[in-house]
């Protein structure tokens, strides 16, 4: 088992900044996935970004170039940077952790972008 804890959402005016953070704990090996996605109001939920345990990266075509994902081996933890946020980004994000037959989510942290 994998347990994911998210902070850092909150509101923000257009073209503001945040930074999510996610921290692991549990039964954690290397070669694993771990990302964000967003449930936007009245949507499917979707991937927002990811990182490998190897460090490779991998973004949605709608955040490409605003949000940045990165990791930090030795806390187990994972960031989402995002800037130039638009009402569009207004979502519940979730991190998640992928491994093998292990699927965690977090609770989820609310993002709300409006002026």
């Known amino acids: 088992q994998v347990h994911l804890v998210e902070s850092g959402g909150g509101s923000v005016q257009p073209g503001g900044s945040l930074r999510l953070s996610c921290a692991a704990s549990g039964n954690i090996f290397s070669g694993y996935v771990m990302g964000w996605y967003r449930r936007i109001p009245g949507k499917e939920r979707e991937l927002v970004a990811t990182i490998t345990s190897a460090g490779r990266t991998y973004y949605a075509m709608s955040v490409k170039g605003r949000f940045t994902i990165s990791r930090d081996g030795p806390s187990n933890s994972i960031y989402l940077e995002m800037n130039n946020l638009g009402p569009e980004d207004t979502a519940v994000y979730y991190c998640?952790?992928?491994?093998?037959?292990?699927?965690?989510w977090g609770q989820g942290t609310h993002v709300t972008v409006s002026s």
């Open positions: 998640n952790y992928f491994q093998g037959s292990i699927n965690s």
